[in-house]
């Protein structure tokens, strides 16, 4: 199934908002009805490709024939751009501006290089797609004529060693296909990310990916332990053991390089048993500090739940920590902060790590709610981008960022975000509802994930964009990184041009310059063009 064209997931699940959120949303925040009525998916002019017949029939030929290479409006208009809401806006609006040429759809290591060659030679840029998720323009290159190279056909387990607990996936697998295969064998990736139902394996190395259970099994680029990648120059191979000192580690050039300096076309991971317990639980504290301080206590010095979460003062009241549950709580005087902490494994290890937990969670304060908040929580944890759709269907903005930092700095993140977020859109005419958790913590720190609700003003990604530069502004001054797991694109691109400085983006021009000397991949994603 394709995901929706105009907005995240599968048709069927696109649920209105109640009247009760409308109302609240018109009263607090100003949100009024659209006046225009949405475009179907036929109205919208797709201009006819411009590459010529040669380079088609090029491209036919490197993945074996035409019926895998898609020039048709309604493919074209579905590879346009990704999911952020500024994507989605524009895209609703009809603009057509970043549409490929075509989609092709390679099988085979040797057909991505195929592939390559053929854009080589005919001067297209390629953008590989994998889920289609990217919320950070990374799949809108700097260049007129590109093809969407649509990985969904290398969609196989290749191999799995129970003895090393390893896995070789193709990148065109989608994470729950994945999780279906490891688990007929007894296994789990245990990468449930929020994007889980729709994003790809390749999707998830070429983007640093971080799930959800992040705690628990770490982060996507912790899991991998060798990468195949095709470039314009041939192939690179990584990953003969699961660490080395032969030399600075190739892997951490590709992971976390979203196609700019060539395609991956299979990834080796690491693979643990399915667990035979899982249980969620919520905890609430007085304060998003008070909670704050709990996380970084069970980080540093443990126990270390599989999922730990922390919702702030305002993201507790509205009830974003379970989705379908939004508004439950607006008539608590004591909100406080939600947290979710879940545990997954033995049951004897399960109950453990629980026990231990709970004495630390309860000297710093927190109260335990029982494990209905939790379940809520992994029951609904996916319904997020519905629910941003839904608001966009009424007339309000909904879009995220997320930034890390250490915990020292924390605190003055948090702060500078919200407070460039909430200065920039009041001062536009549209006071913003403000929410942010901790998704993922670390012995040194953690990260922020943001939610702004506003109304969307008359243009709405011309309005937007103030605010998004203020808070990037904030992140740098206040010592936090551009993105944490939903990477730079084109949207991130200057400011992390800024974070890594002038030396490290010339040696990373440097590989983008031996992999890929013409610049056809990704062009303006992750690295100026100029």
């Known amino acids: 199934m394709d995901m929706l064209w105009n907005g995240w997931g599968d048709p069927a699940r696109a649920t209105p908002l109640p009247d009760s959120v409308t109302a609240l949303l018109h009263d607090l925040l100003g949100v009024k009805p659209r006046t225009?009525?949405?475009?179907?998916?036929?109205?919208?002019?797709?201009?006819?490709?411009?590459?010529?017949?040669?380079?088609?029939?090029?491209?036919?030929?490197?993945?074996g024939g035409a019926q895998h290479v898609r020039t048709d409006a309604e493919s074209r208009l579905r590879h346009t751009r990704g999911k952020s809401t500024p994507d989605l806006l524009r895209l609703r609006a009809g603009d057509t501006t970043d549409v490929p040429q075509a989609v092709v759809l390679p099988e085979t290591h040797d057909e991505v290089l195929a592939v390559l060659g053929a854009c080589a030679t005919h001067g297209l840029a390629v953008v590989?797609?994998?889920?289609?998720?990217?919320?950070?323009?990374?799949?809108?290159?700097?260049?007129?004529?590109?093809?969407?190279?649509?990985?969904?056909?290398?969609?196989?387990?290749?191999?799995?060693?129970?003895?090393?607990?390893?896995?070789?996936l193709q990148p065109g697998l989608r994470a729950p296909e994945a999780e279906a295969l490891l688990a007929e064998h007894g296994f789990t990736l245990g990468h449930f990310p929020q994007s889980f139902e729709w994003a790809t394996i390749g999707g998830f190395a070429a983007a640093r990916s971080s799930g959800q259970a992040s705690a628990g099994y770490g982060r996507f680029d912790e899991m991998v332990l060798g990468l195949t990648l095709a470039t314009p120059e041939g192939t690179v191979e990584t990953g003969r053991a699961p660490r080395s000192a032969a030399g600075p580690d190739l892997r951490q050039l590709i992971l976390g390089s979203e196609g700019a300096f060539g395609v991956i076309t299979s990834v080796t991971v690491r693979i643990r048993p399915v667990p035979e317990v899982r249980v969620y639980e919520g905890w609430r504290f007085a304060s998003f500090e008070a909670g704050a301080t709990a996380l970084r206590r069970l980080a540093q010095d443990g126990p270390r739940p599989t999922v730990l979460r922390l919702s702030d003062e305002t993201e507790t009241l509205i009830g974003l920590a379970q989705p379908d549950a939004i508004g439950n709580d607006l008539t608590r005087g004591d909100a406080g902060c939600t947290a979710v902490v879940g545990y997954e494994g033995t049951p004897e290890d399960t109950a453990h790590r629980r026990e231990r937990a709970a004495a630390v969670l309860t000297d710093c304060g927190g109260t335990l709610l029982g494990t209905e908040p939790g379940e809520r929580w992994a029951h609904g944890r996916y319904n997020a981008p519905y629910l941003r759709d839904a608001l966009l269907d009424v007339g309000a903005f909904a879009e995220t960022l997320e930034t890390a930092a250490f915990w020292s700095r924390v605190p003055e993140l948090y702060g500078a975000v919200r407070t460039a977020l909430t200065d920039t859109l009041t001062q536009a005419g549209t006071p913003p509802l403000v929410m942010c958790h901790i998704s993922h913590v670390y012995e040194n720190g953690a990260s922020l994930y943001f939610t702004v609700v506003s109304a969307q003003g008359e243009d709405p990604v011309a309005h937007w964009e103030p605010a998004k530069h203020a808070a990037n502004e904030a992140v740098?001054?206040?010592?936090?990184?551009?993105s944490h797991h939903h990477g730079v694109?084109?949207?991130?691109?200057?400011?992390?041009?800024?974070?890594?400085?002038?030396?490290?983006?010339?040696?990373?021009?440097?590989?983008?310059?031996?992999?890929?000397?013409?610049?056809?991949?990704?062009p303006g994603v992750l690295l100026p063009t100029d």
Request: hydrophobic share 50%; glycine share 12%; no cysteine.
């Open 128 to 168: 590989p797609f994998g889920g289609g998720t990217s919320v950070v323009g990374g799949l809108a290159p700097e260049h007129a004529a590109f093809v969407a190279l649509d990985l969904r056909r290398m969609s196989g387990l290749l191999d799995l060693d129970p003895v090393s607990r390893t896995a070789v």
């Open 476 to 482: 740098l001054a206040a010592g936090g990184t551009i």
């Open 489 to 522: 694109g084109t949207d991130h691109r200057d400011w992390y041009v800024r974070e890594a400085g002038p030396l490290g983006i010339a040696a990373l021009r440097a590989v983008k310059g031996a992999l890929d000397p013409a610049g056809l991949l990704s």
């Open 36 to 63: 225009t009525p949405a475009l179907a998916l036929g109205d919208i002019p797709v201009p006819a490709p411009t590459a010529d017949a040669t380079a088609l029939a090029a491209l036919a030929t490197a993945v």
